[in-house]
């Protein structure tokens, strides 16, 4: 069943995009060519590996490539860094409230991602939110400039990722037994010292997690770099999308998709290697 | 044990290694520690018992550093430890659920407190290569504790808490998570360790087989209070209140008054307390009044003497064949009105008058076809239960009052040649010295 499941949702699609990659672009519908109208035999000949000669000729994709991993690996470690002493606290909080912290972390979810990216352009932008108030402050004389800069990004990816970081953490800690860390208090460790020897340790399982979850989705984000970011930003979902809709050229553009579900592959192999681990260490 | 040499509690010149000085620990409304004194001396195996939520695990945390006293001092080798953290205090803990991290090894859990107070990795190794030796763990040094068993695991535990060689090892529940036989051994072990290493061991248990078997003294504990702190066989055989008696070990308490008894051996009391007169109605005024105007036609003349009830001969007799050879002293306990009274010949005669308890340890009261010679205390009764332990046998015995007694045989025979069984009518009695008279 669950192979059915990937043939149907995963291999197949593939296939038909890496065959796209291996065409050509033409004026027509669909807007390559060969096709299966062409006969299987002309269709398999046409094919070759053009496209992808033509990515490691042009420096815009190699450099869109690392600078979406760039970009996705800093705002998985920002991340990292907001959501973990929020989970901690979620995890410390008394039991009555932790449905509801739970609760208001999912509750986001209920408005719609491209609403929830928009309201940061009304934030961040010029006159927006943010200046008003820093300059009602009087922290700043002039309006900052946020809104279309890679600042903006992280702020976004950080924004809207920030539940998938936060669940596998909490839900680590809170299945952590608090005498280990009075064990560790009891034979000599401070506060701190018990913090790093023994909670951070025992969530390094649900860190994995969390950071995979936000590190994969950033790494092919559209959404929050074409609105938050700016001409400079460059990121390979954004130029996948140009390559689709704008040149309409789309064996180069599936071939930029085939190359980035081959970098994707490593850290999901990691993820599920990391999630088996954990599974076989419950029981 | 109480006689062999090791008695610090009864030697003045000891100085105790923990002092609990008028300790009260509340949280919130709640009293969980409420005015407590108590000293525990070094190399003591001390025992706190009681039932869930008496208080003993909150003196164990004050113990460790987990909590302060809300008021009060307790020290620790004459120093008032109040506001000391737990990592800086000589004291070490063996946690309920053992604690262990499950993130490292045996080797390294053992190493772990050794590891924060020094850097010397050769006396590391010698210091855990040690304690697994002690603990008989050097197989599995290299396991992680989810792939040992739970005896293991509470040899692990152990070895870490005692790695730093504390003045004072806390042991919360330890065996808890143990099945039965498993916990016997172990019971000796950890007596054998304490023993081999010196030190101070306060264990925290409910299970008062496992503290009477460990401990060289037990705290019995109550809703934040000490009731009794004493030697296994001092809680046992002298408890100080019904609580402490009914607690430890299973027993019959009778609720009675005491009166002293004479010196001398003469007839009891009770036999005083047939009325010299015999008894019969009283009327009052509107009565007479009745008879002499109503019935007295019919009737004829009331009787001024009354009418004689019959004597309850069977006791009577009872009472002057058990009156005839019993030594002199101890009090009476009138319990119930057609029963003679129970003798307690080492109870004080200063009690008389009050209301008391008399607590019997089923062992130490005989069960009987026929009624014993030369018994202090007999009793009529009927088996109502019988539980059958394999080497013991409880009877729970009805007496005529409808109050249940308990008397245990050893199972000398087999249970097919038993010579008592259900709805039999039985003698119980024990000797003028067996039960524990406790004042209420």
Not at chain 2, 20 to 48: H, M, P, Q, S, W
Not at chain 2, 222 to 231: K, W
Not at chain 2, 273 to 296: C, E, F, M, T, Y
Not at chain 2, 371 to 394: C, F, H, M, Q, W
Request: proline fraction near 6%; include cysteine.
């Amino acid at each position: 069943m669950p192979y059915v499941w990937l043939l149907a949702l995963f291999l197949i699609p593939f296939a038909v995009v890496f065959k796209i990659s291996l065409s050509d672009i033409a004026l027509a519908i669909p807007p390559y060519t060969p096709t299966a109208k062409d006969g299987i035999w002309n269709m398999l000949t046409g094919l070759d590996f053009e496209n992808f000669v033509f990515l490691t000729e042009d420096d815009l994709y190699w450099k869109a490539y690392l600078s979406s991993l760039q970009i996705a690996f800093f705002s998985t470690f920002l991340t990292l860094c907001v959501g973990y002493p929020m989970a901690y606290a979620m995890a410390r909080a008394p039991e009555q409230w932790r449905p509801t912290l739970l609760m208001l972390v999912i509750l986001p979810f209920w408005t719609s991602f491209l609403i929830r990216v928009y309201a940061w352009v009304g934030i961040l932008s010029g006159e927006g939110f943010l200046n008003q108030f820093l300059l009602w402050l009087g922290v700043i004389s002039t309006p900052l400039t946020i809104l279309n800069t890679n600042t903006a990004v992280y702020i976004g990816i950080v924004y809207t990722y920030l539940p998938f970081m936060i669940l596998p953490i909490y839900s680590a800690l809170d299945r952590m037994d608090g005498s280990l860390i009075e064990a560790a208090e009891d034979l000599g460790c401070s506060r701190l010292k018990a913090f790093w020897l023994v909670t951070v340790p025992l969530s390094k399982n649900g860190i994995i997690a969390g950071c995979f979850l936000v590190f994969i989705p950033a790494l092919g984000e559209f959404v929050i770099p074409s609105l938050l970011g700016g001409s400079g930003t460059l990121m390979i979902g954004k130029v996948l999308f140009e390559e689709f809709f704008s040149n309409r050229d789309w064996p180069v553009a599936s071939a930029v998709a085939v190359i980035l579900l081959l970098i994707l592959i490593v850290p999901i192999v990691l993820f599920q290697r990391n999630e088996q681990r954990q599974a076989e260490a419950e029981k | 044990m109480a006689e062999t040499a090791f008695a610090p509690w009864d030697d003045p010149e000891q100085k105790p290694l923990i002092r609990f000085r008028n300790v009260t620990k509340r949280f919130g409304d709640f009293t969980a520690i409420d005015d407590l004194t108590l000293d525990i001396f070094e190399r003591e195996f001390f025992a706190l018992l009681g039932p869930s939520g008496c208080g003993k695990t909150t003196m164990m945390r004050m113990l460790a550093g987990f909590e302060n006293p809300t008021s009060g001092a307790i020290e620790l080798a004459g120093q008032d430890i109040a506001g000391v953290p737990p990592n800086k205090r000589a004291v070490n803990m063996m946690f309920q659920s053992y604690a262990l991290f499950p993130h490292l090894s045996i080797w390294d859990n053992i190493a772990f407190g050794l590891r924060r107070e020094s850097s010397d990795k050769a006396a590391i190794a010698n210091r855990v290569e040690e304690m697994l030796k002690l603990t008989r763990l050097e197989k599995f040094a290299r396991r992680k504790p989810h792939q040992i068993s739970g005896g293991q695991r509470q040899r692990v535990a152990l070895a870490r808490s005692l790695a730093k060689a504390p003045k004072l090892l806390l042991l919360d529940e330890p065996l808890g998570a143990l099945d039965a036989k498993l916990r016997e051994t172990t019971q000796f072990e950890l007596m054998d360790i304490q023993e081999k290493t010196g030190t101070t061991f306060v264990i925290v248990t409910h299970d008062q087989e496992e503290a009477m078997t460990v401990a060289s003294r037990v705290a019995v504990m109550d809703e934040g209070r000490v009731m009794q702190v004493a030697t296994p066989q001092r809680i046992y055989e002298a408890p100080n209140s019904t609580y402490v008696a009914d607690f430890i070990g299973d027993v019959t308490l009778i609720e009675g008054t005491a009166r002293a008894r004479a010196q001398a051996p003469e007839a009891p009391d009770t036999a005083a307390q047939q009325p010299s007169a015999p008894r019969g109605p009283s009327p009052n005024a509107l009565g007479i009044w009745l008879h002499d105007k109503v019935l007295a036609p019919v009737i004829g003349a009331r009787a001024d003497i009354q009418r004689q009830l019959p004597p309850p001969d069977q006791s009577d007799t009872k009472l002057s064949a058990l009156s005839k050879d019993i030594p002199e002293g101890g009090i009476d306990i009138v319990w119930t009105d057609d029963q003679p009274p129970l003798i307690a010949l080492d109870a004080d005669a200063a009690l008389d008058g009050t209301q008391v308890t008399l607590a019997l340890r089923p062992e130490k009261v005989g069960i009987t076809k026929t009624r014993p010679e030369g018994a202090v205390n007999a009793l009529k009764g009927t088996v109502i239960d019988i539980a059958y332990l394999g080497n013991l046998s409880t009877y729970h015995v009805e007496l005529a009052g409808g109050v249940m007694i308990k008397a245990q045989t050893a199972n000398t025979r087999r249970v097919a040649r038993r010579e008592i069984t259900w709805e039999d009518e039985v003698w119980v009695s024990w000797s003028g010295t067996a039960g524990v008279v406790l004042s209420t």
